[in-house]
């Protein structure tokens, strides 16, 4: 149908469109769901893996965009990892139906308390930690790496060498839960089951073991029976009409990117889980074309959630390196966020490259101290981030101190294999921010300036969280929609 009515649409099929998705179908609401990227599970195409990027490696691109070593020609197809490129940063993004669960590395973080609370000063902490975070980890399926599992498996030297380094230089170390079921790897390890996390399989989708949000949230709004996901559209502007309902222009595309039908569909109740980026886009570009109302603080408080790569050559290269074989699956972190002078978090990452390369890669997380914003450049037809080096200084005065502390007691270089000075600063996995909550959205996600039109994903989160963010963004949006369905938003 080009033409098409709907009560209630939600836009995006990530944690924020997977949350409101569920709870809506299960209120019996009729809901209908428009994701651009492709349904790769009813599609029958598998991922590929990191050694043999695919058709599911860099969306509509020639060339694979990996954080690093992109050797690789593609066909352009609609693949689930996107790379947006700004000045002076890069931010990637999962498509597909799924949203970024498809291509993370699962990292199923809750933040600090403290820190939740100097965010989010008006939510209530209490009812978060004892019963939002909780209901997410039970339906994400949340689980843990058995330590036995962890201490013999030789995929997970690389974690064994970084921790034991780690309390080498003085820093504390932390296991990190994942949605990834560990008793599958166990069989994975034991050749009982095809593998995944220990096929070089993440960024570019998991075949198997991964629990994404199409094997949880989305699954169960589905057998409702009240939800249809419609892959492949695209969601072009938005316009609201005199009766404060709107109407969506959509491009249903093809898996070369190519336009096969212009659609436009009208509902009353509109939800923008798009992702930071693309209900930001949505939201401008509408604007621009259309005098599309958006509030002030739309674009404002934008930030990368601290993120900061960095690595070090030279790991142990006389026994045995970080090993050969690594797991996809992180388990391991290093917390110094306590730390008054240099508070971060980094990620003990794998670099699964088929060889042992005796390099360790790290994702920080620091606070953001300097924020950016998202504005819209109607000229050129895309959206521009203020964002630059000066926003960064804390970040890499942290790296900085965190590799030469290893360095210093382990030994190893800064790793310029695989940055060009040794920091990747320009690298973000964790959009957040430019929708923030209770400011251009009332305290469930409302958008100001708007009674029809909610946002409900990771621009709710002012541009920080001090951990890997989905366990958050997926626990506000429980609390917004179940606020915004007993207060009859829905009705
Ligand atoms: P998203 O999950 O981004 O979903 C938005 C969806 O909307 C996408 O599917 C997109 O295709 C669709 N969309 C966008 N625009 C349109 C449009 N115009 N029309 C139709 N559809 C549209 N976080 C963690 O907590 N732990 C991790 O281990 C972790 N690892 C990561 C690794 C990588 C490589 C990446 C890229 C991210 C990682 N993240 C991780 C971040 C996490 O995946 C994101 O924070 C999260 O997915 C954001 O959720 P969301 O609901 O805001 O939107």
Redesign the pocket.
């Known amino acids: 149908q080009k033409d098409r009515e709907a009560p209630i649409i939600i ?8 949350v409101s998705a569920l709870r809506l179908s299960e209120a019996g609401k009729k809901v209908v769901m ?4 492709l349904n790769w599970e009813k599609s029958g195409i598998p991922f590929s893996n990191l050694l043999k990027p695919g058709k599911s490696a860099a969306w509509l691109k020639k060339k694979s965009i990996a954080p690093f070593m992109n050797l690789f020609s593609l066909t352009p197809f609609t693949a689930a ?2 790379r947006l490129d700004y000045e002076h940063i890069n931010v ?18 809750t933040p600090k308390e403290s820190y939740f609370k100097e965010i989010f000063p008006d939510l209530d902490a209490e009812k978060f930690y004892n019963f939002y975070f909780p209901l997410v980890h039970k339906e994400l399926k949340v689980n843990v790496i058995d330590e036995q599992f962890l201490k013999d498996c030789p995929y997970y030297k690389f974690t064994r060498v970084g921790e034991e380094e780690a309390h080498k230089a003085g820093f504390k170390t932390i296991r990190v839960p ?1 949605v990834y079921d560990f008793k599958y790897m166990e069989k994975e390890f034991r050749n009982e089951v095809p593998r995944s996390a220990l096929n070089t399989e ?2 570019y989708g998991n075949n198997h073991g991964k629990n994404s949000l199409d094997k949880t949230y989305l699954k169960k709004a589905l057998e409702t029976g009240n939800l249809e996901i419609l892959d492949l ?4 502007h938005i316009k609201l009409n005199e009766d404060k309902s709107y109407t969506l222009a ?1 491009q249903q595309i093809d898996t070369a990117g190519q336009t096969i039908a212009d659609k436009t569909f009208h509902c009353k109740k509109l939800i923008l ?7 930001l ?2 939201l401008l570009r509408s604007h621009s074309l259309h005098n599309f109302p958006v509030h002030e603080l739309v674009g404002k408080n934008w930030g990368n959630n601290g993120n900061f790569m960095t690595g070090r050559n030279w790991v142990k290269p006389l026994s045995g390196g970080t090993g050969a074989q690594q797991s996809t699956i ?1 388990v391991g972190g290093v917390d110094n966020w306590d730390d008054p002078e240099h508070p971060f978090f980094t ?1 003990i990452a794998p670099l699964p490259m088929g060889m042992d390369v005796a390099t360790a890669l790290y994702l920080l997380i620091n606070r953001v101290d300097k924020k950016g914003e998202v504005t819209y450049d109607s000229a050129q037809t895309k959206l521009t981030l203020n964002w630059d080096q000066s926003h960064t200084v804390t970040m890499k005065e942290n790296a900085n101190y965190f590799i030469k502390k290893m360095n210093k007691a382990n030994g190893g270089t800064r790793s310029h294999f695989l940055f060009n000075n040794g920091f990747g600063a320009d690298i973000c ?4 921010g430019g929708c923030v909550l209770g400011q251009a959205t009332n305290q469930y996600g409302k958008l100001k300036e708007h009674e029809n039109l909610y946002v ?4 709710l989160i002012p541009g920080t969280i001090g ?5 958050t ?1 997926t626990a506000i ?1 429980e609390f917004c929609i179940e606020n915004l369905i007993r207060t009859n938003e829905f009705a």
């Open positions: 836009v995006g099929s990530g944690y924020g469109g997977a428009l994701e651009m990227g990892l996107d990637w993004v999962g498509r597909g139906v799924g949203g970024g669960s498809i291509v993370n590395g699962g990292m199923a973080v994942n993440v960024i559209h695209k969601v072009d959509i889980s798009a992702g930071t980026m693309g209900t886009e949505l992180p990620e996995y964790h959009p957040l409900l994903d990771g621009s951990v890997n963010p989905f366990v963004i949006a």
